[in-house]
Nanobody
Framework: QLQLVESGGGLVQPGGSLRLSCAASGFTLNTYNIGWFRQAPGKEREGVSCISSRGLTKYADSVKGRFTMSRDNAKNTVYLQMNSLRPEDTAIYYC???????????????????WGQGTQVTVSS
């Protein structure tokens, strides 16, 4: 059974940093495409970042240059390093996994994937 557990969220001041973790169990994470998503109250879910099974990463324009996604194969965990945080980054952050051989998957392909329960990130105003 595929499971994903997010952690690392919390409260941070604008300009601060957080590192989110997504720990996988029941499957080998680096054989899947992994995405980070977020959803703020009253807003639609949006893609933040993803990494293909080949290790290629992509980022939403709103976070490019501030967020970095990485993968630790030994720990079967992916990370999202979040720097220069802004109040508009406040959201519940989710990770998701989907199979398939993608060079660079669209965020939309994760709709059919497995999802974690999320971790809250709050950037104070």
């Amino acid at each position: 059974q595929l499971q994903l557990v997010e952690s690392g969220g919390g409260l941070v001041q604008p300009g601060g940093s957080l590192r989110l973790s997504c720990a996988a169990s029941g499957f080998t994470l680096n054989t899947y495409n992994i995405g980070w998503f977020r959803q703020a109250p009253g807003k639609e879910r949006e893609g933040v970042s993803c990494i293909s099974s080949r290790g290629l990463t992509k980022y939403a324009d709103s976070v490019k240059g501030r967020f970095t996604m990485s993968r630790d194969n030994a720990k079967n965990t992916v990370y999202l390093q979040m720097n220069s945080l802004r109040p508009e980054d406040t959201a519940i952050y989710y990770c998701a996994a989907v199979g398939g051989h993608y060079y660079s998957p669209s965020f939309r392909v994760f709709d059919s994937g497995s999802w974690g329960q999320g971790t809250q990130v709050t950037v104070s105003s």
